[in-house]
């Protein structure tokens, strides 16, 4: 197996809220620094294992939070946030899709009982699908789906639901769209919305511009959130947030290293 690391610094591929890793280039189990580990998504989302337990207690030391639903809303996002990002870039990008099937994910310890994703590990150069448009956007979501798919059901058991939880991917993929065209790339608006279409969950996205936001940006459609801006880093709504109207609202994003 071969691995390396890099962050996303290139515009292209940057996330709208930090840094982030590409799944095509994360740390390998042999260069892991003190303190990480490498488990596969399989591990991640075993009950038994606990390891989304020790993210979703992460986000709740970091925000101060005293209930379950809020971290676990938070790590559903967090997960979710990498796998589109990365995914929808590459397939904008490249006209290939990333074979998730070995896909695993570096860990880091951050204290008794927490832990923090802070990379998504394939094998490099990673496994990819080539084919027509239709074959590709249908690959994309059955992929992502069924990654997504136990996640969502842990986090259900938490008090999240199945909306809130799905709203994660599905917004978020017209979020790295709207990254992409920020940068100049072409053709992002119509991947967006042939995404939307795809995951028949068009109702929680909209790539209609919204005048009013800070860049003006499309965004996920919510009526809830995920509640971080109550948090004691009183970081406020993220940029993306379609709150983001509230007296609350700031332009504050999440912290880079989430």
């Known amino acids: 197996m071969s691995t390396v690391e890099a962050p996303l610094d290139d515009p292209l591929l940057a996330p ?4 982030m890793t590409l799944p095509l280039a994360a740390g390998a189990p042999d260069t892991l620094v003190p303190g990480t580990s490498v488990q596969t998504w399989e591990q991640l989302v075993d009950p038994e294992a606990g390891w989304l337990d020790q993210l979703a207690a992460d986000w709740a030391e970091r925000g101060g939070f005293d ?3 809020r971290p676990w809303v938070l790590t559903v996002f967090g997960l979710a946030h990498q796998l589109t990002h990365a995914t929808v ?7 290939r899709v990333l074979d998730l099937s070995g896909l695993r994910v570096r860990l880091r310890d951050t204290g008794p009982g927490t832990a923090r ?3 998504l590990v394939l094998d490099d150069p990673a496994p990819a699908w080539t084919g027509t448009r239709a074959d590709l956007v249908d690959r994309w979501w059955a992929q992502l789906e ?4 136990p996640l ?4 259900g058991e938490h008090g999240v639901r199945p909306p809130v939880a799905w709203g994660e991917p599905v917004g978020l993929a017209t979020v790295a769209c709207h990254t992409l065209a920020e940068a100049g790339v072409e053709g ?9 279409d795809v995951t028949g969950r068009g109702e929680l996205t909209s790539t209609e511009d919204d005048p009013d936001g800070d860049p003006p940006c499309w965004r996920a459609r919510r009526t809830t ?3 971080w801006w109550q948090s004691r880093y009183d970081a406020h709504y993220c940029r993306e947030c379609p709150l983001h109207r509230s007296p609350r609202a700031a332009t504050d994003p999440l912290p880079v290293d989430h």
């Open 152 to 155: 969502v059901l842990r986090a």
């Open 225 to 227: 959130c995920c509640q």
């Open 146 to 149: 069924a990654t997504m798919r």
């Open 16 to 19: 709208a809220r930090g840094r």
């Open 117 to 119: 994703a802070s990379g």
């Open 188 to 196: 992002a608006r119509r991947l967006a919305e042939e995404l939307a």
């Open 89 to 95: 870039a590459h397939l904008l990008l490249t006209d």
């Open 67 to 69: 209930d379950h639903r």
